[in-house]
């Protein structure tokens, strides 16, 4: 099958969201420019991770003279449920995220998972790759943003991810309704 890219320039919609009960989520990116949905299903820690370093970026960048602002606008922030339908189009296994100096934006680029990414191979632990590979077949999703977006996005997909469970007080592990078997506890349901 021939390559697919999703490519938004400044959409009107960027957003992480889930669908299911906490411990039970399957967690989602989605884009939309007017009548145009893309979702991408992507793991918990990948959201986490993108949110971070989408953050750790602007710093970067706004202590280098860029333009970048210290909050999102308030008109970004964007805290409705994920759109219907909700048809993914692939599953994240890597992402980039890149600063465009030219017109000072950020580029965040979400590729499908390829066999690679299912095996384990070595560099993508993390998912997250700084640079992007020119021989990559793989489909992608690539979306130009504002620095205003980028930091609403970040703001917006942690919440996003601290909604879930509540971490147990003695191991930090996700509290279950029934309680859970907790090592700091020897043994003893918490």
């Known amino acids: 099958m021939a390559r697919r890219v999703y490519d938004f320039e400044d959409p009107d919609r960027f957003v992480a969201g889930t669908v299911g009960e906490p411990g039970n989520r399957a967690f989602y990116l989605q884009v939309r420019d007017g009548n145009r ?12 991770l993108l949110a971070d370093r989408l953050h750790q970026l602007l710093v970067e960048v706004r202590a280098r003279g860029a333009g970048v602002p210290d909050e999102p606008a308030a008109a970004d922030i964007d805290t409705a449920t994920l759109d219907e339908p909700m048809n993914e189009v692939f599953r994240v296994g890597t ?8 017109d000072e934006s950020i580029i965040v680029e979400a590729r499908a ?12 632990e993390v998912g997250i790759d700084d640079a992007q590979e020119e021989d990559d077949a793989s489909d992608v999703v690539r979306i130009h943003l504002r620095p205003s977006k980028a930091l609403a996005f970040a703001k917006q997909a942690l919440e996003v991810v601290a909604a879930g469970r509540p971490p147990c007080p003695f191991c930090g592990q996700p509290l ?6 907790c090592a700091r506890r020897n043994g003893f349901m918490h």
Do not use: R
Request: glycine share 10%; no cysteine; aromatic share 2%.
């Open 37 to 48: 949905i893309v979702s991408v299903l992507i793991e918990k820690v990948q959201v986490e």
């Open 95 to 102: 992402m980039a995220i890149i600063w465009d100096g030219d």
């Open 113 to 124: 998972m390829t066999e690679d990414d299912q095996a384990g191979s070595p560099g993508n």
């Open 176 to 181: 279950n309704p029934e309680g859970h078997i």
